[in-house]
């Protein structure tokens, strides 16, 4: 009996023995499975509070953003380098010949006309300049020339054939002299030669004004002529502006560029006329002051041989 309950405690002990050494092993066998369990759980987990294993996470999240968020930037240079390069060649290319071009026609119709017209003003400026020249040179000369002349008679010789102002007073004072002969009022001849050389003087003073209302015109009226033009381009930049619903410089500034332009030419046309036009009053005022002082010359010549006339006259009566 002890021996069989011996036998029966020696294997129960071997039986727990071999439980207990065969705990551990089932436990290492079934931790494999519950590693996916832990595993799965820890991004809730990581997502709730964090651990010391969770920026280890977030660090290559954090490498790769930046790269993305500086991708943008260095494509930004190169797309606003791309558009600066293609804006600075259309900025480049607003010559006045190309914004002229590229104007509407009413625009191109008036610099057209502000162009013709200041043409028109420096055609005028070389003409009257040449014309008023030759005329006070001439009357200068021929003053000289009569200056020691005692009679119309010998002012004629004097002058010889030459036409001019001066001759042409000579002329009215002799016929006015020969119409009136046998007349023994002076006071007559001489208010009717007067009345002749006011009419010579006139003649003269609208025909050296030629060309001076063009200057007056041109002058007063280019300026408002441009702005016309100017006020038309801008009311078709802004319908422009509307159409293509984008207020970007490179877009707006080439059509308010055209229509400034016309404003330039009215004023390269007006002020240049301005100018011109009170210089020929000046020097239109001085010639016609040559111009009297020839009529009054001839007037004193035909006095001269008036009185040495009734001179001869009243010495043949007392002889």
Known sequence: MKTMSFQASLAAALMLAAAWLASPVSAQTQSPPAAPVQSTAQPSAAGTVPSATAPVAPAPAASTAPAVATAPVAANPASAKSEAAAIVPAMKEL????????????????????????????TVFIAKSIELSVASTKLRSALKKIAEARSLAEAQMALGTKEGMLPSFLAAALREARMSAGLS???GIKERAASSFSEIVRAEQRRIRIGMGVLATIGSTSPFVGLFGTVWGIMNSFIGISKSQTTNLAVVAPGIAEALLATAIGLVAAIPAVIIYNHFSRVTKGYLELVSRASGAAGRLLSRDLDRSHGSVHSRAAE
Do not use: R, Y
């Open 95 to 122: 010559s006045p010949w190309v914004m002229f071009m590229s104007a509407d026609v009413i625009v191109k119709a008036v610099m057209i006309g502000l162009a013709f017209a200041s043409l028109m003003t420096w």
């Open 185 to 187: 009022s002076d006071a």
